[in-house]
Nanobody
Framework: QVQLVESGGGLVQAGGSLRLSCAASGRTSNSYLMGWFRQVPGKGREFVAQ????????NYGGSVKGRFTISRDNARNTVYLQMASLKPEDTAVYYC???????????????WGQGTQVTVSS
């Protein structure tokens, strides 16, 4: 069992930056692929970014590529999402998740955090 806790959300103006953190505990393993998803009311969870266990490979959703950066510090069991050039359409609840396999579909992720709200004002 893996527990995930996100933090770092908040209110930011368009064009600003924010860094989200996801702290993992429990049955942690550096072999887990970690991902970030986001969700707005009435819609499904959208893939944002993912990173392999060793941090060597990353992948991003088209709407955030070039603006967001995912990273991880395995010594601290923490995954980060650095968000820059934020837009109002980035407003959502952001979730981190853990998966045993390379996947961008949310149903392939086994563990989820509770989410953190990010609101970007225009």
């Amino acid at each position: 069992q893996v527990q995930l806790v996100e933090s770092g959300g908040g209110l930011v103006q368009a064009g600003g930056s924010l860094r989200l953190s996801c702290a993992a505990s429990g049955r942690t393993s550096n072999s887990y692929l970690m991902g970030w998803f986001r969700q707005v009311p009435g819609k499904g969870r959208e893939f944002v970014a993912q990173i392999t266990g060793n941090g060597e490979s990353t992948n991003y959703g088209g709407s955030v590529k070039g603006r967001f950066t995912i990273s991880r510090d395995n010594a601290r069991n923490t995954v980060y999402l650095q968000m820059a050039s934020l837009k109002p359409e980035d407003t959502a609840v952001y979730y981190c998740a853990a998966s045993s396999s390379w996947a961008i579909r949310p149903e392939r992720y086994e563990y989820w955090g509770q989410g953190t709200q990010v609101t970007v004002s225009s």
